[in-house]
């Protein structure tokens, strides 16, 4: 049987993972908007999302962002979409690959989803 991490100690290893995944740069811009109203939630989604699940040693980053490109486009979430393209990219995924990803969603995910993920893509990965 495994230690249980305290509180503390999944919301210090998501504080880690998190940084690492979506840049400094990025979670202390989110951190500046907490609000009281906000304030839970972003203890939870840093102990859970990224304490817990992004901590898990069952697949390594690259493949969770694969698995959370996906499910973003699947799901309509484009608010989040261009902020996990990014990570991907620290994640170790190509802009070759993130593109063959949406392309693949289109099949599963439908073509109006595709469409909607290559536009914020676009964005992201602006024409060199």
Known sequence: MTDRLTDQERFDQGMVVRREVLSDAHVDRANEKITDLTADFQDFI???AWGDVWSRPGLDRRSRSVAVITSLI???HHEELAMHLRAGLRNGL????IKEIILQ???YSG????????RIAQEVFPRP
Request: glycine share 4%; proline share 5%.
């Open 105 to 107: 969603s289109a099949i």
């Open 74 to 76: 699947a799901h309509g």
């Open 46 to 48: 840093t102990r859970v």
């Open 111 to 118: 073509v109006p989803a595709a469409n909607t993920a290559f």
């Open 94 to 97: 190509t802009v070759e690959e």
